[in-house]
């Protein structure tokens, strides 16, 4: 296994330069070079997208949401972008790669979709921008999927998909310090939940 810096990715359908941009601010590397586990582990753990619908909806993410919120607000930090099977298994908690639409379109060995929701996800903040702020303008100015949000301070995650569910999660702390999600209406205002299920 080489250390040394990956050039290209090549998916079931063509081979493409990491340094290619993916929407008008962001190169596929960014996506794929992206977060603490990445930043531990480098080029030793393939995170390369295989499919290219995987690919697909990284520009779609960009074109829908990152290249308006960066218009708006200035450039954006990834803090968590594109998470195959490989790197995912290097992060001990705090990710659900069934649900949570790092991994795209990418599928398991044995061809099963490893988040059955596909599209695909990004953890980001803006300098200077607090989450909440933006949570809200995404709501109001963009086609996203889901939108998790962990406090004005802490990044927010957004994804893009073929449910198009526009739905927002608040994950705030609850009396015993475990993240609680709340089920928010795209304005923020909590919504009733009827017959919450634990998961
Ligand atoms: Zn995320």
Same mark, same amino acid.
């Given at each position: ?48 997208? =295989? @499919?290219? #619908?995987? *690919?697909? &909806? ?11 919120? %960066? ?37 398991? =060995? @044995?061809? #099963?979709? *490893?988040? &059955? ?11 200077? %921008? ?70």
């Amino acid at each position: 296994m080489g250390t040394e810096r990956r050039k290209n990715m090549t998916t079931n359908k063509k081979t493409i330069d990491l340094d290619t941009p993916c929407g008008q601010f962001f190169t596929f590397r960014d996506f794929i070079e992206c977060g603490e586990a990445w930043e531990r582990l480098g080029a030793e753990v393939d995170n390369l997208p =295989k @499919s290219l #619908k995987t *690919v697909e &909806s990284i520009q779609q993410l960009c074109h829908r949401v990152l290249d308006p919120v %960066v218009r708006e607000f200035g450039q954006a930090k990834l803090t968590y972008g594109f998470s195959g099977t490989a790197l995912a298994k290097h992060i001990p908690a705090r990710i659900y790669p069934s649900l949570d639409q790092h991994a795209g379109s990418e599928t398991t =060995k @044995s061809g #099963k979709l *490893v988040c &059955s929701r596909e599209g695909m996800a990004v953890d980001f903040c803006v300098k200077g %921008v607090s989450s909440r702020e933006l949570m809200s303008w995404i709501a109001d100015h963009t086609q996203f999927d889901r939108m998790y949000f962990y406090g004005d301070d802490r990044p927010i995650h957004v994804s893009v998909g073929p449910e198009n569910s526009h739905s927002i999660v608040h994950m705030l702390a609850g009396p015993s310090g475990r993240l609680v999600p709340r089920v928010m209406s795209p304005k923020g205002r909590l919504v009733p939940r009827i017959g919450a299920k634990k998961k």
